[in-house]
């Protein structure tokens, strides 16, 4: 018994002694699960915040510690260092709040010390960076239980909102995130296994996914009033990301492809005809029918909605569907010149910059129905944005080449809108998604607008899950920004940056049986470029 005693008090003395660092009559906890990753222009310290203890951050100075900030809540993003074509190296301290350097031992300073190299200026790494942190939005920030896409960061309508065609674009962007390293293989399955779940059990119409679901009861989230069944054009978004999963785990994990296979042939899309042959229809309601009567026509985001619908092996659609809807409306064709830049498809100025975007994730641009060479249509769009931008015939302060970009997203006058060029609603307001993920049709364009967003505006625009929904210098200091994220816009930051570096999502898609159906249905074949 004594012998026991004896042995407990050793341990209990042990375990005190880690909560110990003398520092005269100081005691206190080593901070836990410690990480710093340095950047060009930044350095993202994580540990485990659990408990909300607080941290003083210090970065060495010449000789000195200068004070950086006081920090309870991991991540912290410093951006002290000074961008350079140069490694440069810079040593911080994390001391517990209520400690003084000044009157530290040497040996208790440096065992706060973390030395981190910071890289020099590369777009390589500018591009994987931006890649890596927007993909957060779909890994560290996806809905628990259900692994969807969060409609937003910022939402107030209450519950917990998942949004379908996110989920679409979120699946693209965790494939690259898994073949790219930023997350594991496991934690990636684990996702898919969560949203292929979720979509096997959740409300269909004849097919279909709703826009919205609350994933605190499982169920449709109206999206408007009589929007509170299937949602098409989600629907497209969603199996456009689908086809790609089911790809890339097709040798993998073959009852996956199954599983998939059997969700993306279970949408009724000639159903959305109404019987017809002069449209697709978006939205359909087990409560209101039909009432919204919105036809899916003109150029714009919805162009894979067609081309999946046409592709289906249970459900298709007749081409003239196609020819009679989508491409017969006042804004499909165009031909006009801007800025000495002819486009073919749309309305005045192309639109919002989503048009080039939603579609051709997994859809290959370089393709053509013998009219249109698509990928040149939507490179001559972003074009325009840039040459809109450089022009500014508003006058709005900011904008040119190193500032474009004009899509839907928050906007800190109006809220959710689109603000592109050609409106009124084109305030000033500048979406980082706009620029970033045109990159596959215009790099150097596009490039340039990054670089500025990160290295020239950096904390101002550039937080915990990558670049901010927009950014307004025109207004003033405290409202120039809104920082919300949201999963249509993050999305395609991350899925076309893969698409420019790899192809991967393209390739992925051009494997899959229904991309040979929707050129052959459509009578569409590759460009040369």
């Known amino acids: 018994m004594r012998k026991n005693l004896f042995v407990f008090f050793i341990c209990l003395c042990a375990i005190s002694s880690c909560g110990r660092k003398s520092s005269g009559d100081a005691i206190y906890s080593p901070i836990r699960a410690f990480s710093a990753e340095a950047y060009p222009s930044h350095v993202e310290f994580r540990w485990d915040s659990s408990q909300g203890a607080v941290y003083d951050f210090y970065i060495k100075d010449g000789k000195k510690l200068k004070f950086l900030s006081s920090q309870s809540t991991s991540p912290y993003l410093d951006w002290t260092p000074v961008p350079s074509d140069l490694n440069k190296e810079y040593t911080y301290y994390v001391i517990p709040q209520g400690l003084n350097p000044k009157t530290l031992d040497k040996d208790i300073l440096d065992s706060f010390a973390h030395t981190v190299m910071v890289p020099a200026k590369s777009d390589d790494l500018l591009l994987d960076m931006t890649q890596k942190y927007t993909s957060r939005y779909f890994s560290d920030f996806a809905e628990e239980y259900s692994g969807c896409a969060r409609e937003r960061s910022n ?65 449709v989230r109206p999206f408007s009033k009589y929007d509170d069944g299937a949602d098409l054009v989600e629907t497209a978004f969603l199996v456009e990301g689908l086809i790609c999963l089911k790809q890339y785990l097709k040798f993998e994990q073959p009852d996956m492809y199954v599983r998939i296979d059997r969700l993306i042939r279970g949408v009724q899309w000639s159903w959305f005809t109404r019987g017809r042959e002069d449209a697709l229809y978006w939205h359909w309601s087990k409560n209101y029918g039909w009432k919204m009567n919105h036809r899916i026509k003109g150029f714009d985001e919805c162009f894979i909605t067609y081309f999946l619908a046409a592709a289906s092996l249970d459900y298709p659609i007749s081409w003239r569907v196609y020819e009679n809807s989508y491409k017969n409306s006042d804004y499909y064709y165009n031909g006009k010149s ?54 500014n015939p508003k006058g709005h302060k900011g904008l040119g080449a190193d500032l474009w970009g004009f899509t839907s997203s928050d906007d800190a006058l109006v809220g959710y809108t689109s603000h592109h060029p050609g409106t009124d609603a084109e305030n000033g307001t500048v979406s980082p998604t706009a620029a970033i993920a045109s990159i596959v049709y215009t790099p150097e364009e596009s490039l340039q607008c990054l670089r500025h967003l990160y290295y020239d505006l950096g904390e101002k625009v550039f937080g915990p899950m990558g670049f901010y929904d927009s950014y307004n210098p025109s207004l003033v200091e405290g409202q ?46 590759y460009t040369t470029n």
Request: aromatic content about 16%; glycine content about 10%.
């Open 155 to 219: 939402s107030t309508l209450g519950g917990d909102i998942i949004t379908t065609g996110g989920t679409g674009f979120g699946i693209m962007a965790l494939i690259a995130a898994r073949e790219r390293g930023y997350i594991s293989a496991e934690q990636a399955n684990s996702l898919f296994d969560r949203i292929v779940s979720f979509l096997e059990t959740s409300e269909r119409f004849h097919g279909a996914w709703a826009h919205w679901y609350d994933a605190t009861n499982r169920k």
């Open 338 to 391: 801007y800025y000495g830049i002819e486009l073919p498809l749309g309305m005045e100025y192309g639109g919002p910059l989503f048009f080039t975007h939603y579609s051709w994730m997994g859809l290959d641009p370089k393709i053509t129905d013998g009219e249109t060479d698509f990928f040149e249509r939507n490179r001559a769009h972003a074009l325009i944005h840039y040459n809109y931008a450089i022009e």
């Open 480 to 525: 120039q920004v809104v920082k919300s994220y949201l999963a249509i816009d993050q999305g395609p930051i991350a899925v076309m940056i893969e698409n420019y570096r790899s192809g991967l999502l393209w390739e992925l898609f051009t494997s899959s049986p229904e991309f040979i159906r929707g050129m052959d249905a459509l009578g569409m074949y």
